[in-house]
DNA sequence: TATGAATGAGCGTTCATTCAT
DNA sequence: TATGAATGAACGCTCATTCAT
């Protein structure tokens, strides 16, 4: 049917305008600070509409969360599929987080402000999801640079510490980018965290 | 008059146990969803005496966080005094930081967050006075690295480069450690962040 | 036109659909409690087409009311109209109340909430129409009771006494009956209500 | 302290004034269609104010039925104490009954239109908590009218059965009285009951 | 200085109603 | 006739802030 899968794009469509403006939103202002009025005005839709799409304020933040979280693990799983030794795995690594964050630095800032919230209060069972998704990501990755650190040599750090560093850095740089607003040059980012964490630092 | 330094000490007291109260429930809660009921009963005070001693709920927020980053800033300075070259240098500052960080991993988390929300808006001057104390902080760390970094030789990343990459991987070791709840041993990360940076990974 | 009377009976049966329906979910849930989103659920109909059929929820709301009054008062005055003397009266409007009652328990509960908001704001027309029609319904009650209390003989109540007396001890029971949903006999409910007032209570 | 007395009682009349304001508002315009708006202006507080005294709607609504029922309670108890037989028992109730809801109408009105809901969703804590001091409550007349049914005698009907027509008969001449804005003279109805029920109907 | 009762603007959410298709 | 997406007014409730005591 023509006319029904023309209904379900458009629906598509209108649900990923709200996403959108609402991800923008709470990236500048916070989650508490946005408003779903705010989030209704930014989509030219009355606030009554938005809740014919995400059932409350809390499922469409974290939908936003979710979604964006399900592409980047994606795009880093192709990526690194085709790496094999461990520099080639950090230098996709590293690419594809500042890739990635630049496009969608809205969504690096929300993942990073939702990190430091480890109450002790569960949250909604949303929260929970996303935080376990996080934690596997995290995972994948140490995974990723243990398999390419080769059996017979001895590393004085562990993968985990190491895909911690890399991730740290390439945030610390994402942030930096955005505190210069987007003036500085996030490829020369790039090569020098490659540089830093691959060769000698001569002391 | 003793009586009127009696009086500013025990202010400066009460003055005190609202700040450390307000940090804990901040960090443990966040912002938003920490009340000014809520620091009401932390502290054994009544609302309306909150009042007394900050302006609002902003000032107080951004006192924590402004004299946190103060002695934070202080024992940095102290500790980097005494080193000469950049391992060295480099050693201090990740030691320094976690060290810091782990007795006052509250203040880690508000600063995180805080970080995170860069609005167009200004926010209150509490806020910009804040951030631009932050930018002073980084640049303080990046001279420190540049001041050390051998005038002949050649390095492959800046200074500022240098200090983002400490920093990114001394928070990423911080907030691995905060989702595992303090079972990791910070010391070990220390080493291994140390290690990954100073030596060469054979890849 | 036999095809514009099939319409006008399809229509119709339409319409007692989601009068039925409605009248089931408003007397298990109340008024405001049942939205029109429930109704169209409940009736396989869109929520707007609800509104082709009746002009809004009040309309929908006393339409039932108004309907099956207009039924019980039918089938009352029908069973009246074949009694002689006070006592036959007596038995059979305990009779038809009972009967009715139980088969239309939804009706009840909402007749007897609805009477109870007496409010000084006229309310709308509806509600007023409804009232009034409740209101001949008390004064048929009456006069058929006076009509067969004989002339000769002095009573120390009024018709409208042993008709107010008659009702609230039939709902009353009716009250019971739902309370214990529908575990006891409704039929010596009846008898007990007519010992009761046919017969002197020894004292 | 005279201080903190005056407080408590200060506080203490307060909460009254809500509650009657409340009380009125709700008999008069029912649960949902009274807003706590409606309440705060009725009762010259801001809405904010309500919730210093009321945990929330519902506490309030529960709150006005509970102490009300309490008291009719203990007035119905204290009357009934002093009477032996039968028909003193059932003289004492109806004038207690009609006497209280003359009083109180606008509980009355409350309790009537509570009783209808009768949903199979259980409600809030409070709602269960009123209905079962009702049944209670009901119980105790019951139990007044059967301890004092003599042993010997066979009634055509159970105490339970009495007591519902009781009820009932003195509910639909408070109805009626209502309706007809209090034109009507009470103590006239109460003595017509009292025939009917006791009396023997000369059919 | 200290209190805590009072305020009221503002939030998330619901739902009767409308209207283009 | 039938739909269901869109609306927006209105609700219950919270909480930073004030102020009389």
Redesign the interface.
């Known amino acids: 049917m023509t006319i029904a899968e023309r209904k379900a794009r458009e629906k598509k469509r209108k649900r990923n305008t709200i996403l959108e403006a609402a991800e923008k939103l709470f990236?500048?202002?916070?989650?508490?600070?946005t408003t779903m009025d705010n989030v209704a005005e930014a989509t030219d839709f009355s606030k009554g509409t938005i809740y014919l799409y995400f059932k409350n304020k809390d499922d469409l933040f974290f939908t936003i969360l979710d979604e964006r979280l399900d592409t980047h693990i994606r795009e880093l799983k192709e990526r690194l599929s085709k790496t094999i030794?461990?520099?080639e795995t950090?230098v996709e690594l590293v690419t594809e987080q500042l890739t990635f964050f630049e496009k969608h630095h809205y969504f690096f800032?929300?993942t990073?402000?939702e990190?430091?919230?480890?109450?002790?209060?569960p949250g909604s069972d949303l929260r929970q999801h996303f935080l376990k998704k996080q934690?596997t990501f995290l995972m994948m990755i140490e995974e990723a640079l243990s398999s390419r650190m080769?059996a017979g040599?001895q590393?004085?750090?562990?993968a985990?510490?190491?895909a911690?560093?890399l991730?740290?850095?390439?945030?610390?740089?994402m942030?930096?980018w955005?505190?210069s607003r987007g003036q500085q040059d996030l490829q020369k980012?790039r090569?020098?965290?490659i540089?830093?964490?691959?060769?000698?630092?001569?002391?």
Chains 1, 2, 3, 4 share one sequence.
Request: hydrophobic share 40%; glycine share 4%; proline share 2%.
């Open positions: 990236a500048k202002e916070g989650y508490h600070t030794d461990l520099k950090i800032r929300l990073i402000a990190q430091c919230k480890i109450e002790k209060t934690m080769s040599k590393y004085p750090f562990s985990r510490s190491l911690l560093c991730m740290g850095s390439t945030h610390a740089h942030m930096n955005l505190m980012s090569d020098e965290i540089q830093l964490i691959l060769n000698r630092i001569e002391v």
